[in-house]
Every structure is written in C-alpha cells, then in structure tokens.
C-alpha cells in the first residue's frame, strides 16, 4: 500500500527557514513526480510544487506565492522528497502534504508549519 | 490562472438523501491529450483530504458508487446518492490541466 510520512515541521520565525520532508513508500517512487500541497489553518488546498523524474531532468514547478523562497528536491535512493523553505512568511502556516500523482490520489497526515513571532 | 468556483458553499442533507455540488472552471479543462483532469476530493474532519473522483467520471479506488461525477468543458458536477453519516466533511474539486494546479474553495456537507 502506497505510504507517504511527512515531518520536519514546527514553529519557526518570519524570515527564517525550514526543510521538511516526506518519505514515500509502496511505489515505485522513482518514477513518480512529486507533488506538496499545504492548506492553512481553515482554509482550502493550495498546490505548492513539483518534481519530475530523472528522465524529466527533476524539474521543477513552483506556485507564484513560493516561487524564489522555496526549493523542492528529491532523493530516489531514499524515496525522499523534500521542501526547503527560505523566507518564511507568515501566510505560509499551514499543513503542508505530500503525493506522487497529479489527481493527489494519495495523501499523508501531513506536517504542520506555523511561521509567527 | 484557471480560477475554480465551487456551489454551493454549505448545504444540509437528511440521510439517505441525494445531494449536487457544482464545480465551474474560468477555462476549458480539456487537456490537448483529450483528456479532462477535474478531481473530487473529501476532506472528514480532522483528516487529510482523500480522492473521491478522477478525470471527471473515475471512482478512486474503494470509493462508493454513490459517488458520481460528471460534466466537460468548464462545467462539473459530484451527486453523492443516499448519503450516509461517513460522508460529512468538505467536498473540493482540483484541475490537472493546467499550471498552476487550482483547487475550488469547498463545499461542507453536513447532515441534517
């Protein structure tokens, strides 16, 4: 069954930063683009980024309001994806989710982010 | 960007009932493959969201056949038949189609 852990959240500043990560199973993960989603406290789903396969060269996408502060990566060894956060904001609190398919068929229980001061 | 609009926002049903959410797109979903990828979600309180429907009509694996999805173009509906206690929570449609991938901003189901 296909399983996706994220973790690394927390409580951090305005302007600091934070990786977190997502660690993926029962899937051949190397040939699955990656995806993160987050919704704020209340709020609806909001697509973040995405990673492509090897073949594709890992691009990557990125959604305006984190394009330039945030970096999505992956490691196929570890079936690890991973999202650097660069600048945080407070508008960038949120549940932040994994998943390897456009339609987001798999979710995880999500890592929780709160930028405040 | 492809702005998705949800109908209703909120709405009530008794159990065993029948219940439409709409979903219109600010721009045709069809992908120049010829597919359409409009997604339903369900997000139970306190849980993540799971997937419900897939390019318009494809029930996700496990999902009850009393889930439906239909619809082309810009225009999309969900008819959730003889509703059960299970099915509260909020109800999102998302397009594949194009960057950046877009959600609709929800329709909470309670029941009566």
Not at chain 1, 3 to 30: D, M, N, R, Y
Not at chain 2, 74 to 100: A, M, N
Request: proline letters at 4%.
């Amino acid at each position: 069954a296909v399983q996706l852990v994220e973790s690394g959240g927390g409580l951090v500043q305005p302007k600091e930063s934070l990786k977190i990560s997502c660690a993926a199973s029962g899937f051949t993960f190397s040939n699955a683009a990656m995806y993160w989603v987050r919704q704020a406290p209340g709020k609806g789903l909001e697509w973040v980024a995405r990673i492509r396969t090897k073949p594709n060269n890992y691009a990557t996408y990125y959604a305006d309001s984190v394009k330039g502060r945030f970096t999505i990566s992956r490691d196929d060894s570890k079936s690890m994806v991973y999202l650097q956060m660069d600048n945080l904001k407070t508008e960038d609190t949120a549940m932040y989710y994994c998943s390897p398919t456009e339609e987001f068929a798999y979710w995880g229980q999500g890592t929780l982010v709160t930028v405040s001061s | 960007d492809v702005v998705m609009t949800q109908t209703p926002v909120s709405l009530s049903v008794s159990l065993g009932g029948q219940v439409s959410i709409s979903c219109r797109s600010s721009q045709s979903l069809v992908h120049n493959n010829g597919n359409t990828y409009l997604s339903w979600y369900l997000q139970k309180p306190g849980q993540s969201p799971q997937l419900l429907i897939y390019k318009v009509s494809n029930r996700f694996s496990g999902i009850s056949d009393r889930f439906s999805g239909s619809g082309s173009g810009t225009d999309f509906t969900l008819k959730i038949s003889r509703v059960e206690p299970d099915d509260l929570g909020v109800y999102y449609c998302g397009q594949g189609t194009q960057y950046p991938l877009t959600f609709g901003s929800g329709t909470k189901l309670e029941i009566k």
